[in-house]
């Protein structure tokens, strides 16, 4: 961090966003644009954070089309007996290709994560800034089924859900979904509640302009930064409660390659075999460690400017 | 460590623990200054020139007034006297000497370490801060607070000795100094008592040096002046020396011995208070003298522009050329505007359109352009200020009967009846917690819950403005206090300004961003203003785009909160100086809210004085200012400050 400060200093030209970020009111006294993304990427750590995330992406999202080019078989293929050394990284459980079931098993995982984190977002949203902005009997109401919500533990709550109504994708995401939107609602509610007494809602109530685009124009805009972190906050716990279903047995079924179920079928030989283990968990540890580095340097971005200033 | 002034310590006449034949002593005798700043420089990290060779000096119970607008560096000179320099900022270059009465040796507060300095930190010099409310600590009792500053410093021998110096500096502030008072907490008093506990602390320990930060601009004017009073009763007791740091020239007038000026960390003009301020040598010191309201009305700030205009032109012709760096680019918009106006001639409505056209002519006028610019609006003021106050009364635009509005038992507005005639600007004059805002609120329907009622044009207005009809809506237009919340940080302005034509009008995106444009152009902003987010502007140029809302949807009554409250008084004057030519050019009816009794003669034609939520004097506004009627008024036009 220093070390870019002090060479950007001697020439700001190069990399004007990174001497910006470095120090805020230095990049204000230059006149030059000092935003969140500016200060969020002159942070080493939201570099790697988003490096991190993009290397498992990348793997999740490209490893189905390498199939079976780049190792010979499809994820259901048999390669030989289980637990062999053969190919790559081993065989499984029934003798498939660890690498190709690798390949194969990340985008279900990452796809349930980020559509459960955005449907949570969306009725958290919600719920919070209603809450927020129209207050008194109604905010009690919504605040308080919330506090209902928050006491059911999270995983305990998806595997009731799970046990009745069936192990389906939708069921899933929809859980996890419902688990988030009372954290995020509080989040968004105190966030909005220092946004509301701002002369400008006061203005746009004057205008009368329609409640629901204040609450979307107006408010939205001035909670993003809190709701950024919260967001790569629920992905990171999203990654791990999906994870933890499938090896569970209660998300992903098999014959489908999943992360998670791989880390179930080869945990009875672990010391023979490890790599049908080891590679889905490295995967996840890799993936909420970047998203949790991404919400942290967001957190820190964001901390200065928002409510109150651009 | 032996204590500095264990056995040497003599008591002064009024009690202070000194130490025999000190610096300071010897200073005093020599009649030499006890705290010398010499050539001080100080730079932003990132090599930014942010005080740029400033030297002062200040002598026993003498205060200085070091004057300037926000960002010219005030108080950060203020600061190094504490030996303080804020984040971010480094010395460059420069001396801070101070001669503390405790010791033989000048003290260099750049210099010294950090346990030196808070031993003299709060003892022999201290520090009186702007918001008393914000300085105290809110969990701690008042005597406690006060008690702490002299355990910290080892005051006298025991704990009687400290107890009884607690009590005779809650007298000396003209606070009660029984144990009942001192056990209170800080949020049990007002304001002025707050602010009087912060001057306690400050003298308790007799300090030599005293720095103060704008110390009363949060009070009101009767407690201003009480505070003013305290300040330079204690600083003439106590031989201290005062650095009062204000960018208000009334204040200084009745307070200050010597005026030392800043322009953008530069000291452009220093002397005695009455020759800067009877003769200011310096182009800014005349601005600012320009800008600065008075009862009386004599100095016409609505002309502030025209006046700022050729006291710069004068400058040019002296010493070819110097800018007024303050709030740069609202100036060079504004003289291109006014220049044009002053083409147009007098008559109304052409000027609006005339800003950008003229823009490229006027921004390089010579001081020939600009007087005449000075003269057409001068004119221009002249006849307006005559055709309002000569006319007979105009039929009533907004009529508020019996306005009542209650929070639970207390009751904040009490029967309001309260006229606005058309083309007419009315003042409403009221301290903190008189209902000022309350009123303006409730007529411009952001507040629903009073009772009563207001008419506009003889209709009843209904509470909230969601239940008005679009007409009304559009013909009202209220103006917050503070420009910093009143835009959305996250929109453009121009997203912001065309808010009230999406939500009143038909008209097309196109109609709509020319309407936008004009109304920027009619604030003296410029279009080129229309893609800009408020974090970039100044409080001036937010506060024009605040007006620029309210005027985008051309409406007959304006009613403006306090606007100039939170702005610095060349950038008050200027507000106010395109409020009164907008009002001319449009006949606004204008309901103008204010705390600030010496802007009646320069807004207003009429004067309402709301006290307690009732009007204690209402009538014309040279009636109210000569003859008031009621004990309320007169008090306030006891205490207004003077130039």
């Not at chain 1, 999906?242 to 489908?256: E, T």
Request: some cysteine.
């Amino acid at each position: 961090m220093s070390t870019n400060a002090d060479s950007t200093r001697t020439d700001p030209v190069v990399e004007p966003a990174v001497a910006q970020a470095a120090d805020p009111e230095r990049a204000a006294g230059t006149g030059r644009r000092n935003t969140v993304v500016t200060r969020f990427w002159a942070q080493r750590q939201s570099r790697l954070g988003v490096a991190l995330t993009a290397l498992v992406v990348l793997v999740a999202f490209l490893g189905p089309l390498l199939l079976p080019w780049a190792t010979g078989y499809t994820q259901t293929e048999f390669a030989d007996r289980p637990f062999q050394g053969s190919g790559v990284f081993g065989t499984d459980d029934l003798g498939r290709d660890v690498l190709s079931r690798f390949l194969a098993g990340g985008v279900s995982l990452l796809l349930y994560s980020v559509l459960a984190t955005a449907l949570g977002m969306f009725l958290g949203l919600l719920f919070g800034m209603v809450s927020a902005y129209v207050g008194g009997a109604l905010d009690s109401v919504i605040m308080r089924a919330n506090d209902v919500l928050l006491a059911i533990p999270q995983l305990v709550f998806a595997l009731l859900a799970i046990t009745v109504l069936g192990p389906q994708p939708w069921v899933l995401v929809t859980v996890i979904a419902i688990t988030h939107a009372p954290r995020i609602a509080r989040v968004a509610r105190s966030a909005a509640l220092g946004v509301i007494n701002e002369d400008y809602i006061r203005a746009a109530e004057m205008y009368a302009m329609p409640r629901a685009r204040i609450l979307f124009r107006e408010i939205l805009p001035n909670i993003t930064g809190p709701l950024a972190v919260e967001a790569g906050l629920r992905l990171t716990y999203s990654i791990g409660s999906i994870a933890s279903l499938s090896f569970l047995g209660l998300g992903m079924q098999p014959p489908a390659a999943d992360w998670g179920l791989m880390i179930n079928e080869n945990r009875i030989a672990l010391a023979v075999q490890p790599w049908g283990v080891m590679l889905p968990v490295l995967a996840i540890a890799i993936l909420t460690i970047g998203t949790n580095l991404i919400a942290d340097a967001i957190a820190r971005a964001s901390a200065t400017a928002n409510i109150g200033d651009a | 460590m032996a204590h500095p002034h264990a056995d040497t310590t003599v008591m002064s006449a009024t009690g202070a623990p000194m130490v025999a034949g000190s610096i300071w002593h010897a200073r005093r005798e020599s009649g030499g200054n006890i705290l010398e700043i010499e050539d001080l420089r100080i730079g932003s990290t990132a090599g930014r020139e942010i005080i740029k060779g400033v030297s002062l000096s200040l002598r026993p119970a003498e205060i200085l007034a070091l004057v300037g607008e926000s960002g010219s560096g005030k108080t950060t000179v203020g600061l190094t006297a504490l030996g303080h320099l804020r984040r971010g900022l480094a010395l460059t270059g420069g001396t801070v000497t101070l001669c503390p009465s405790n010791s033989t040796e000048p003290a260099e507060m750049t210099s010294l370490d950090d346990a030196s300095l808070r031993r003299l930190r709060g003892a022999r010099v201290s520090y009186i801060p702007q918001d008393p409310a914000l300085s105290l600590n809110p969990s701690m009792r008042v005597g406690e607070q006060i008690r702490e500053v002299l355990d910290i410093h080892r005051f006298g021998t025991s704990a009687e000795e400290r107890a009884e110096r607690v009590r005779s500096v809650l007298r000396e502030v003209g606070l009660p100094d029984d144990d009942a008072y001192q056990s209170r907490w800080p949020h049990q008093l007002s304001g002025g008592q707050q602010q009087r506990i912060g001057i306690a602390m400050a003298f308790a320990m007799y300090p030599d040096v005293l720095v103060l930060d704008e110390p009363t601009t949060g009070l009101d004017v009767s407690t201003q002046a009480l505070v003013l009073e305290t300040i330079r009763e204690m600083t003439v007791k106590n031989n201290a020396a005062g650095l009062y740091i204000t960018h208000d020239l009334a204040v200084v007038a009745e307070i200050a011995d010597r005026v030392a000026v800043m322009l953008s960390g530069e000291l452009v003009e220093e002397g005695a208070a009455e020759e800067v301020l009877r003769a200011p040598r310096h182009t800014y010191t005349k601005t600012l003298i320009a800008a600065v309201p008075d009862l009386a009305g004599r100095n016409r700030i609505s002309e502030f522009e025209a006046r700022r205009r050729a006291a710069a032109g004068e400058e040019e012709l002296s010493t070819g050329g110097f800018g007024i760096v303050e709030e740069g680019a609202e100036a060079e918009t504004e003289t291109g505007a006014e220049a044009g106006s002053a083409v147009a001639g007098t008559d109304s409505a052409g000027s609006v359109a005339a800003g950008p056209a003229a823009g490229a002519s006027g921004t390089g006028s010579d001081s020939g352009g600009a007087t005449t610019a000075a003269a057409g609006a001068s004119a221009t003021a002249e006849a307006a200020t005559g055709a309002a106050e000569g006319d007979a009364p105009a039929e009533p635009v907004v009529q508020v009967r019996g306005l009542t509005l209650a929070y639970g038992r207390k009751t904040v507005l009490d029967g309001i009846d309260l006229d606005l005639r058309a083309g007419e600007c009315t003042m409403l004059l009221g301290e903190s917690g008189s209902g000022k805002t309350t009123l303006s609120r409730s007529l411009a329907g952001i507040l629903d819950t009073w009772t009563g009622s207001v008419a506009y044009r003889g209709e009843e207005l209904a509470p909230s403005t969601r239940r008005r009809t679009v007409d009304q809506r559009r013909e009202i237009q209220y103006i917050f206090q503070s420009p910093f919340s009143s835009l959305n940080p996250r929109r453009t302005l121009g997203e912001s300004i065309s808010v009230p034509l999406e939500m009143s009008s038909g008209l097309s995106a196109a109609e709509r961003r020319e309407r936008v444009d004009t109304a920027l152009d009619a604030v003296r902003l410029g279009r080129a203003f229309r893609d800009r987010r408020p974090g970039d502007l100044s409080g001036g140029e937010r506060q024009r785009a605040a007006i620029a809302r309210a005027l985008v949807n051309m409406p007959t009554v304006l009613i403006c909160d306090e606007i100039t409250s939170a702005l610095d008084v060349s950038v008050q004057a200027s507000i106010i100086d395109l409020l009164s030519r907008l009002r001319e050019e449009r006949g606004l009816t204008m309901l103008f809210v204010t705390h600030n009794i010496a802007l009646a003669r320069h807004v207003s034609a009429r004067v309402a004085v709301l006290n307690q939520g009732r009007i204690v004097d209402e009538g014309p506004t040279d009636a109210v200012l000569t003859s008031p009627t009621h004990a309320y008024t007169k008090e306030l036009l006891a205490n207004v400050p003077t130039l």
